[in-house]
């Protein structure tokens, strides 16, 4: 029991107990241990550097990418009576120079500094002569190029402080990790393993949802149609699409902010404001929105577009419920998302390494938006979060989850049709060969003499598009990664080419009665059918179904 920073955390900040995590993180820095701190937005990280700094003599450095949030965290400790101030470029080189003095004459328990401030010789002479408390490196997986946000400055201010004396124990603090990036910061930091502490990623009040096959401007429009008194961010993935959703929904009435890098500065100020304080419910932007932005009440965050991997996914819908009430993340997702992020990562000025790590990173977002398994897990083993179960109960494959049918033998001939391909080939031109289409390049590579073409001709070339991604997604199948990704078996496949592994696919979810409008569509449609049948066969309707069975019917059919 930490009796002494207990009494800090109620005095000083007004909290009663310890959230999950940070009694043992501080634990450890007060015991002058390098540790690293894994919690999940809005877990309370701040505080676990916050309450030692103030328990120990000497400044707190604390490094943050994040300038827009400095300030934040400032006035925040001034709120408290706390002294503290922050260094980055935002302030003139006046204003820069009083503060050094400040910091120099040991005026400050806290000091935020972006990373690029270790290139400044005369920020490292005031800091190498005072005492310092601890350094802490928020957001610590920029440190790491596995991150998602890696940022090279970051990575170099480590060796610039060990040339220091005087700084007695590193505190690194970030919410997503993978165990790549984990062993990165610890090797980095000199971090043991009995000082990490993980709390592991979930957030128990988000719900998460993939969406599918709908026409994306009109689920929004119905969507913010039933959500009118609440707050929430839509994520696109370029600018272009920003603006057309924003023009969209404005010429509709619809009262939207916007947000993304091609605003000038005030524009992208004053949207954000409005956001904030609550004058404009919806925030339309790209990725450039929401890094340092804390806005607690944000009821929901929806991707218009499948994002580039499941880090950002994971921290830009984290954005949603940091009061911890009850939120939606939704994922709005359409094949051509997948090619707008292989162009991206096509066009990036990154090395050819680099480049293979983001496709190997993008098909496992791919594989999220194909899986038939809890949303909330797949997410939480990503980050080989070892808390993850099976069933969160929330999540739309979840909630939505019907009947299992096994598919056993469909995928294996899928998976025969692969090995007879040489698993040369990607998704699209298996999924013709099982069709047995007539499309010139399966002519061109000899493919229609294979003996799997046209196995699964039952099925539209979409739908066994959508089974080899389920494969995909399920491990049952493997990618070579690169921009056309192959099809390769894996020893999974072999169990099931093998019989010794069932397939099993969740049957498509009886929709809800949101989409009652569309079943009264197929409804009169399966009526006229119904008709023409009749007449044709010379009866009655109802020997043929009544209208009780039609309307059951038209539940099941996938929208
Ligand atoms: P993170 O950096 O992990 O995303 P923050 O440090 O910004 O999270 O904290 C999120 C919110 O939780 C803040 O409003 C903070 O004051 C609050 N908080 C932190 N610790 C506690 C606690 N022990 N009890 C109650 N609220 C807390
Ligand atoms: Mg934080
Ligand atoms: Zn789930």
Redesign the pocket.
Known sequence: MLVKEEKI?QTY?G?????PG?EETIDHILQMNNTLAV?????????CYQIPGLSLKGTAIIISPLISLMKDQVDALHSLGIPATYINSSLSAGEQQDRLHDIAASRYKFVYVAPERFESMSFINVIKRIPISLVAFDEAHCISQWGHDFRPSYRSIVSNLKKLSNIPVYVA?T?TATDEVISDIQELLHIANGHVINTGFERENLSFHIVKGKDKPSYIRSFLEEHQEESGIIYTATRKQADALYDQLSKRGVTVAKYHAGLSEIERKEAQAAFIHDEKSVMIATNAFGMGI?K?NVRYVIHYAMPMNIESYYQEAGRAG?DGEPSDCILLFSPQDVQLQKFLIEQSLMEDAAKQNEYRKLQAIINYCHTHGCLTSFILQYFDDITAHDNCGRCSNCVERQEKTDITEEAQMILSCVKRMGERFGVGMTAKVLKGSRDRKIKDFRLDKISTYGILSAYTEKELTEWIHFLIAEQLLATEEGKFPTLRLNHNSVDVLKGNRVVEMYTAPIPTSDDADYHEDLFTALRALRKQIADEKNVPPYVLFSDATLKELSRYFPV
């Open positions: 955390l900040f909290y009663e107990t310890f959230r940070q919690m999940p937005t809005g877990g309370g990280k701040s505080l603090l919410a804390d607690s940091r």
